[in-house]
């Protein structure tokens, strides 16, 4: 049996295992680990990111074919700056030509790419490849891929204190009206549905300033597998396991004829 049939069994065998009925519609992905895979087989990282751009691939369309709707990856975070100039403008350059390569295969496939971030410190060009790719594909409606570049959640949530502060002083808004659903709708995810699940590969336990608002009830899922390594297996596990848990939202698991007296506390 060739290596692509075994690989094809091995998910086939796994998707059976998948309640369709629970698929999470938006699922947000920390691509960690690019760096090290390069390392650790005596390569310049910047093959790491290289591999790092076909397994989004992969994982975009194992995603699509599962039901999933949405699907957000930090691609470059604001902190990503203060890498080794070299690196910053080979990711630089990496986004330029996924935008220039992929664009008409992922407007076939009827996917809407969004751009979430501060794009102003990029390049002029790469700006205007961004805007003409959301341009292209805003009407698709079959999947949303949020690409997040110059992110940061804790500048994104300064940014909404600023505009609510903004149009509470203009008398638009009065601080009486501030609340969860106003907020949400000065994100740069407005109109989103929050991800359900958070994987992050290469094993490390942290939110790195993704999506922070977000994230507040998101089931985390950390993969040991390097982002280069990962694949639609893995991601299949992630989805499993993710269906395994007990999604509660700080209430408690309701179970019939269960009476609060007997019902434990959960958070
Ligand atoms: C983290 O690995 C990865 C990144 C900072 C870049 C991720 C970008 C891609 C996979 C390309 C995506 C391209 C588009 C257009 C979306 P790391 O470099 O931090 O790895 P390390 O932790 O091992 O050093």
Same mark, same amino acid.
């Given at each position: 049996m060739s290596f692509g049939k075994i690989?094809?069994?091995?998910?086939?065998?796994?998707?059976? $295992?998948?309640?369709?009925?629970?698929?999470? %519609? &938006?699922?947000?992905?920390?691509?960690? /680990? +690019?760096? $090290? *895979?390069?390392?650790?087989?005596?390569?310049?990282? !910047?093959? /790491? &990111?290289?591999?790092?751009? !076909?397994?989004? =691939? %992969?994982?975009?369309?194992? !995603? =699509?074919?599962?039901?999933?709707?949405?699907?957000?990856?930090?691609?470059?975070?604001?902190?990503? *700056?203060? $890498?080794?100039? =070299?690196?910053?403008?080979?990711?630089?350059?990496?986004?330029?030509?996924?935008?220039? +390569?992929?664009? %008409?295969?992922? &407007?076939?496939?009827?996917?809407k790419i969004k751009f979430i971030g501060d794009l102003s410190p990029f390049p002029k060009d790469l700006k205007q490849l961004i805007y003409n790719s959301e341009s292209l594909t805003k009407n698709n409606n079959s999947f949303l891929l949020n690409i997040c570049a110059n992110y940061g959640g804790r500048q994104e949530i300064v940014k909404v204190a600023k505009e609510l502060a903004i149009k509470s002083s203009s008398g638009e808004i009065k601080p009486s009206e501030v609340n969860e659903e106003l907020f949400n709708s000065e994100l740069l995810t407005r109109g989103i549905k929050d991800p359900e699940l958070l994987i992050r590969t290469s094993g490390e336990k942290r939110i790195s300033n993704f999506l922070l608002w977000q994230l507040a009830y998101s089931e985390i899922y950390i993969s040991d597998v390097l982002w280069p390594d990962f694949n639609e297996f893995e991601f299949l596990k992630a989805i499993i396991d993710y269906q395994s848990r007990n999604r509660r939202f700080g209430g408690i698991e309701s179970l019939p004829n269960e009476s609060f007296e007997d019902s434990q506390y959960s958070s």
């Open positions: 690989i094809y069994r091995k998910n086939t065998e796994l998707s059976k $295992r998948i309640d369709m009925q629970k698929v999470p %519609e &938006h699922v947000a992905i920390i691509m960690d /680990g +690019n760096g $090290r *895979w390069a390392t650790k087989k005596g390569l310049p990282r !910047s093959f /790491g &990111h290289n591999k790092g751009v !076909s397994v989004l =691939k %992969e994982i975009l369309k194992a !995603s =699509k074919n599962l039901g999933c709707k949405v699907l957000t990856v930090y691609a470059f975070s604001t902190e990503n *700056w203060t $890498r080794p100039t =070299k690196e910053v403008d080979f990711l630089i350059n990496l986004f330029r030509e996924v935008l220039r +390569n992929e664009i %008409e295969e992922i &407007h076939q496939e009827l996917i």
